[in-house]
């Protein structure tokens, strides 16, 4: 059963209650049996699971694939040979 929280209109005291669902009933004040009226309040909410935290929801990170890797040498040739033939 949940519970409820509610507040005497005459004597201003808070208090909570557990009762049914759907109930319509309001029940009288335990300090001086007064008139009451429901109050609104937040659920009492338990998160289970992954998924909530910010971490949680993060996508995976993307690993790129990287070319063959070439050596400055490799590179440098090519400009060596154009040259040299170049002078030929």
């Known amino acids: 059963?949940?519970?409820?929280?509610?507040?005497?209109?005459t004597c201003r005291k808070q208090f909570q209650k557990?009762?049914?669902?759907?109930?319509k009933d309001l029940p009288p004040c335990p300090v001086c049996k007064?008139?009451?009226?429901r109050l609104i309040s937040a659920p009492m909410?338990?998160?289970?699971?992954?998924g909530f935290y910010k971490?949680?929801?993060?996508?995976?990170p993307v690993v790129e694939k990287k070319e063959a890797t070439k050596t400055p040498e490799a590179k440098a040739e090519p400009?060596?040979?154009?040259?040299l033939r170049s002078k030929n």
């Open 79 to 83: 400009k060596k040979n154009q040259e």
């Open 34 to 37: 007064g008139t009451t009226k």
């Open 55 to 60: 971490t949680d929801s993060k996508p995976a």
């Open 18 to 23: 557990s009762l049914p669902f759907g109930t």
């Open 1 to 9: 059963m949940p519970n409820y929280e509610f507040q005497c209109q």
């Open 45 to 50: 909410v338990h998160f289970k699971g992954t």
